[in-house]
């Protein structure tokens, strides 16, 4: 059995990655974690620095890991988290994934992120952008009071995506998958960017959609998930 460790995008929560969860796979156990200030950590105040959120995950990804063979997974915002605490985890001498799976995601050293700006939109100009993106149930985008509760996750989310101070260090000894939307509006040389943070070669995908293409295609990427770490044990192709 391979734990998936899922990080969810901006806004997300440990409920964000369900349908993966309950998808069945005898030999994947698909777990995401929850950022501070959301889902089952809602008390606990947010947090708007990617590498602060990634730390602050530590914890609970030693306590999953264990001995098993494990994987890394996360959409949009959750991949550069995702690629933060694979840093984190060597850096601790924990046992590290066989393998680091992103979407939705350009690059960690990608500047366009950091020059949107969309943490601090007007209320009705985040809205839009919100509802553009197609990820976010629409009892909340159109309930003033379910917004109201919801703005400043968002926003913190986006202000950590957006003030990500990305930091060169020796590229990753496992391989990584890049999965992305066929109608993202994504510089390929920004995606190409994966190429500098491993030393093996980047797999590429594309999946027909939009930013949130994932919950069109779940069984793919869980099935992509699963050929990947069957690859490994039967190969030993990751040393």
Same mark, same amino acid.
């Not at 069984?219 to 490994?232: G, H, P, Q």
């Given at each position: 059995?391979?734990?998936?460790?899922?990080?969810?995008?901006?806004?997300?929560?440990? /409920?964000?990655?369900?349908?993966?969860?309950? /998808?069945?796979?005898?030999?994947?156990?698909?777990?995401?974690?929850?950022?501070?200030?959301?889902?089952?950590?809602?008390?606990?105040?947010?947090?708007?620095?990617?590498?602060?959120?990634?730390?602050?995950?530590?914890?609970?990804?030693?306590?999953?890991?264990?001995?098993?063979?494990?994987?890394?997974?996360?959409?949009?915002?959750?991949?550069?988290?995702?690629?933060?605490?694979?840093?984190?985890?060597?850096?601790?001498?924990?046992?590290?994934?066989?393998?680091?799976?992103?979407?939705?995601?350009?690059?960690?050293?990608?500047?366009?992120?950091?020059?949107?700006?969309?943490?601090?939109?007007?209320?009705?100009?985040?809205?839009?952008?919100?509802?553009?993106?197609?990820?976010?149930?629409?009892?909340?985008?159109?309930?003033?009071?379910?917004?109201?509760?919801?703005?400043?996750?968002?926003?913190?989310?986006?202000?950590?995506?957006?003030?990500?101070?990305?930091?060169?260090?020796?590229?990753?000894?496992?391989?990584?998958?890049?999965?992305?939307?066929?109608?993202?509006?994504?510089?390929?040389?920004?995606?190409?960017?994966?190429?500098?943070?491993?030393?093996?070669?980047?797999? /590429?995908?594309?999946?027909?959609?939009?930013?949130?293409?994932?919950?069109?295609?779940?069984?793919?990427?869980?099935?992509?998930?699963?050929?990947?770490?069957?690859?490994?044990?039967?190969?030993? /192709?990751?040393?």
């Amino acid at each position: 059995m391979t734990k998936v460790i899922c990080l969810p995008f901006a806004g997300g929560s440990k /409920y964000s990655f369900k349908v993966f969860e309950d /998808y069945h796979c005898e030999d994947i156990d698909v777990v995401t974690l929850d950022y501070p200030g959301r889902g089952g950590r809602m008390r606990e105040p947010l947090l708007s620095e990617t590498v602060a959120i990634a730390h602050n995950l530590l914890s609970q990804a030693k306590a999953l890991i264990g001995n098993e063979d494990y994987v890394v997974y996360g959409h949009s915002m959750g991949a550069t988290v995702g690629f933060e605490l694979v840093h984190f985890l060597m850096n601790a001498g924990l046992p590290q994934p066989t393998h680091l799976f992103v979407s939705g995601a350009t690059g960690p050293a990608a500047f366009s992120r950091t020059v949107r700006n969309w943490a601090n939109l007007p209320k009705d100009e985040l809205l839009k952008i919100l509802k553009d993106l197609n990820g976010m149930p629409e009892e909340i985008l159109n309930n003033d009071e379910f917004f109201d509760f919801y703005e400043p996750i968002i926003r913190a989310d986006f202000k950590a995506v957006e003030s990500y101070a990305y930091k060169k260090r020796q590229p990753l000894n496992i391989p990584i998958t890049v999965m992305n939307g066929t109608r993202e509006p994504f510089d390929e040389q920004e995606v190409k960017l994966w190429d500098d943070e491993t030393v093996f070669p980047v797999e /590429y995908m594309k999946m027909e959609g939009h930013h949130f293409f994932i919950f069109d295609h779940v069984s793919t990427i869980i099935n992509t998930i699963r050929e990947r770490v069957s690859t490994k044990q039967s190969t030993n /192709y990751y040393g």
